[in-house]
């Protein structure tokens, strides 16, 4: 079977920095996408990892480890927007699984 | 360039009664998905289409769920007759292809079965 599991719920300070875990288990694993969902809206494509190592793109950056079966995502200068929920999904197979997303509480 | 359109954006509708949604993807888009999302949970994915073909439809609970594109572009899904346990945002979703890790979601259609 598949699954991702982050955290329910992160809050942070505006200016801050905030990771977000996400643990996996799947199988014929290909890669690590990222969402993000305002309540009330799409999830928007934020970034995707295929290979280990650190992508950066703007305040974000995502990290994936396929030998600890371990990404996150990694949000930097923290603005009040980025409140929203964000949620992991591993691409498997062309299939797309998705975490349970994780909600991140943004304080001024 | 437009994204994806789904319509309705809400509906709500008595047990027992049908329902069903429509989206039209990103043009050139060859791949489409219908996932549900019920609160608090992350999208679970119910179809996907490589243009008129579903390829994978294993997730669809197929005594009451259908879907439909039948020329490779937009597509249908259909609920008869929806249950209480129905009640989630319905949302549709597109890729270039299969082999593209960017899917582009609409707005989704919130469904609430009274």
């Known amino acids: 079977g598949q699954s991702l599991e982050q955290p329910s719920e992160v809050t942070a300070v505006e200016g801050a920095i905030v990771q977000i875990n996400c643990t996996y288990q799947?199988?014929?694993?290909?890669?690590l996408s990222w969402y993000q969902q305002h309540d009330g809206g799409a999830p928007t494509f934020l970034s995707y990892?295929?290979?280990?190592g650190l992508e950066e793109t703007g305040r974000f950056s995502s990290f994936l480890s396929r030998s600890d079966s371990y990404g996150y995502l990694l949000l930097q200068e923290l603005q009040m927007k980025d409140s929203a929920s964000y949620f992991c999904a591993g691409h498997n197979f062309n299939k797309f699984y998705f975490g349970s997303g994780t909600k991140l509480n943004v304080k001024p | 360039e437009a994204g994806v359109v789904q319509s309705p954006r809400y509906k709500i509708i008595e047990k027992k009664q049908p329902v069903a949604f429509w989206c039209n993807p990103i043009?050139?888009?060859?791949?489409l998905y219908w996932y549900l999302q019920n609160l608090g949970q992350g999208p679970e994915l119910l179809i996907r289409y490589e243009n008129e073909e579903a390829v994978d439809d294993s997730q669809l609970p197929k005594d009451r769920f259908s879907a439909e594109r039948l020329k490779g572009v937009d597509s249908t899904l259909k609920i008869q007759p929806a249950e209480l346990g129905d009640s989630a945002v319905y949302l549709c979703?597109?890729?270039?292809?299969?082999?593209?890790?960017?899917?582009?979601f609409g707005p989704g259609t919130r469904l609430l079965v009274l």
């Open positions: 799947t199988s014929g694993f290909y890669g």
């Open positions: 990892n295929a290979l280990d």
């Open positions: 043009s050139g888009h060859n791949t």
């Open positions: 979703a597109s890729s270039l292809s299969t082999e593209e890790e960017t899917q582009y």
